[in-house]
């Protein structure tokens, strides 16, 4: 077990509020000097999360298996964290075809503050636990708390509330030993060190934090069937370049030509993998729903399917 990172500690003591004396010289650089000196910084945060993988990959396995029993994946942060978990959780119904209930964010300080800071919202766990308790949160949820220091209040009080109900509970952490590591049953902690701009963890440890997310959401997703190959079969026709994608998936995947991808996919409702099916198979959408339905929605099994 970590070290937690306790209240009596200083956040001084924090490698994210280091400061970098690499750079102590950045005021007086040039504008390229500057932007060389983000660059190279980072460049460090890639191998911080290679480190982190084994850790990822066993809170995506225990995210992906509450999902398939009908679970949520609920992530929840302040500040940037906050923001950068919206960002993924709002980008899944699109991308993946999920219901907005599936994955949702929370950020401290409620939607004012995904817009304007609202920077006393975090120091409260009531307001954390308060928050995730209005989502009513059960047993078979999955709630993730995003915190670069990993002693966020909001963070802790929610994700400690998550765990009193029995849902799954993970942290993504941007410091070693933290808090949040200690109150979840899969931390992930990221360690990339000080910042450029000591203590702006919307730089380093954001993109780290990014990074991660978009790791947990894909891989889940590829778990739960929600791809074919590294193929994006499930994306939701929304506007004329989705629709373009769509029938460009059909050809590539049943070799049909594009008037009859076209015609499939309206066919389908607009969806990719029920027009693969039934052009595959030779079925009309209602079998061809049914055929995904047996194969638990995934494509493959779904096209060679007796």
């Known amino acids: 077990m970590t070290k937690s990172v306790g209240a009596d500690h200083s956040l001084a003591e924090l490698a994210t509020e280091g400061i970098d004396e690499r750079y102590r010289d950045l005021d007086s650089r040039s504008t390229l000097g500057v932007l060389e000196a983000m660059n190279e910084a980072e460049a460090e945060v890639p191998r911080a999360v290679n480190r982190a993988l084994p850790q990822i990959s066993q809170l995506v ?55 304007s800071a609202v920077e006393a919202a975090e ?58 590591s200690a109150a979840v049953q899969y931390p992930v902690e990221v360690e990339v060190g000080p910042e450029v701009l000591a203590g702006s963890t919307r730089l380093k440890a954001g993109s780290a934090t990014k990074q991660v997310l978009n790791m947990i959401s894909t891989a889940v997703m590829v778990q739960n069937g929600k791809t074919y190959g590294n193929l994006m079969v499930d994306v939701a026709i929304t506007n004329a370049k989705l629709r373009d994608r769509g029938e460009r998936l059909i050809m590539r995947i049943t070799g049909c030509d594009r008037n009859r991808a076209k015609h499939a996919l309206r066919d389908s409702g607009d969806r990719v993998k029920v027009a693969a099916v039934m052009l595959t198979r030779g079925l009309d959408r209602e079998a061809a729903e049914l055929v995904l339905r047996m194969n638990d929605e995934r494509l493959a099994p779904a096209l060679e399917a007796n």
């Not at 225990?62 to 959780?89: E, F, H, P, W």
Request: charged share 20%; hydrophobic share 40%; glycine share 16%.
């Open 123 to 180: 120091d409260s766990q009531e307001a954390g636990a308060k928050d995730l308790a209005e989502l009513q949160i059960s047993s078979r949820d999955a709630v993730v708390g995003i915190a670069a220091s990993g002693r966020t209040p909001y963070v802790l009080g929610a994700v400690r509330a998550a765990a009193e109900v029995g849902a799954l509970t993970g942290g993504i952490a941007c410091n070693t030993g933290s808090e949040l």
């Open 61 to 115: 396995d225990g995210v992906a298996a509450r999902l398939r029993t009908g679970g949520r994946l609920i992530y929840l942060g302040a500040g940037t964290s906050g923001r950068l978990g919206i960002v993924d959780a709002s980008e899944c119904p699109p991308t993946f075809y999920t219901s907005p209930e599936t994955i949702q964010a929370l950020i401290a300080g409620g939607r004012e503050a995904v817009f």
